[in-house]
């Protein structure tokens, strides 16, 4: 085993990560929240909760359920705007040194846009899309299951934009490989993916005779997702020229080795934070020790190594 410490370090666009844990969107909140628990520089990067133009309040309660292996959300983008964000939340981001990425959301063209002129000027280093929000002005089709609307998204913001630009791809899609072509052929730097696949939890209750229920809709994540996931990855990285992030159900060292195994040059970690608070720098020691273990000196000679694999 080798004793000097292996190099995790990878960039993904003009982003420099230390590492390749990442904490997943609306899993972290704004980092602030996760301080006393772990030393936060220590992991590749967060990504905030999902920004919008103006403060949104969310969906009204109950908007979490927890299920057999996981978790329902239906949150509704609660959050407090770009112009907060910016204001209060960004320069503690930066005094601390944390490393992050932007998660935007829109409900046209136009506002993706402008949260990325805003971006821009406020020198974010990293911004995610979310393109599963609505398009009012399509009838409320989401962004990110029609690939001529997704190609004009991304480009939209690629002109306006200069640092990482990441695509949050969603798993509820019939044809994945064409909206991940979209999205590179638009000029992103990656994509992430899986976002949360749809799901539902129903409460029967037999009142005087008669079947009744209660119900919650919303994204469905945690371990019983990963198959999903691996499969997604493995099939979109036949096609990419571009890093993907993979995530989902990842909540030990062995989950982010299959995901790399696949095709992912690094991970987000989602419902796994809600279960331990520790659990990404956790990952990122692991990582490093299993690298150790078996004499590989970085994540880099990890990668290729199972790209030599496959080929042979």
């Not at 239906?74 to 705007?81: D, T």
């Not at 911004?127 to 009012?136: D, F, G, K, R, T």
């Amino acid at each position: 085993m080798v004793t000097v410490k292996p190099d995790l370090s990878l960039n993904i666009g003009k982003l420099k990560l230390k590492n390749p844990i990442i904490t997943a969107s609306g899993t972290f909140g704004y980092a602030d929240e996760y301080e006393e628990f772990m030393s936060i520089q220590n992991i590749g990067a967060i990504v905030t909760k999902g920004i919008t133009l103006d403060p949104r309040d969310g969906n009204p309660q109950p908007r979490i359920a927890e299920v057999k292996s996981g978790m329902l959300n239906s949150i509704g983008l609660e959050n407090v705007g770009i112009c907060s964000f910016i204001e209060h939340k960004l320069p503690i981001l930066k005094e601390r040194n944390i490393n992050f990425i932007l998660n935007i959301a829109g409900f046209s063209l136009e506002e993706y846009a402008q949260l990325a002129v805003i971006c821009e000027k406020s020198e974010i280093p990293a911004i995610e899309l979310n393109v599963s929000c609505p398009n009012v002005k399509a009838g409320c089709l989401e962004f990110g299951k029609d690939q001529e609307t997704l190609y004009r998204l991304v480009s939209s913001v690629r002109e306006v934009y200069s640092n990482t630009l990441i695509v949050k791809l969603s798993p509820n899609v019939s044809n994945p490989i064409e909206i991940a072509l979209a999205v590179q052929k638009a000029g992103a730097d990656a994509v992430s993916a899986i976002n949360t696949v749809k799901g539902m939890q129903v409460n029967p209750i037999i009142n005087n005779g008669k079947l009744e229920h209660s119900y919650i809709k919303g994204g469905y994540s945690g371990p019983a997702i990963k198959p999903i996931a691996l499969s997604y990855i493995h099939e979109i990285k036949q096609v990419l020229d571009i890093p993907i992030i993979g995530m989902g159900g990842i909540s030990n060292v062995d989950d982010v080795l299959e995901f790399i195994a696949v095709g992912s040059v690094a991970v987000q970690i989602g419902t796994a934070n809600f279960t331990n608070p520790c659990i990404s720098e956790q990952l990122a020691k692991d990582l490093e020790n299993v690298l150790m273990q078996h004499n590989i000196m970085s994540l880099q000679d990890l990668i290729e190594g199972n790209k030599n694999a496959n080929n042979r």
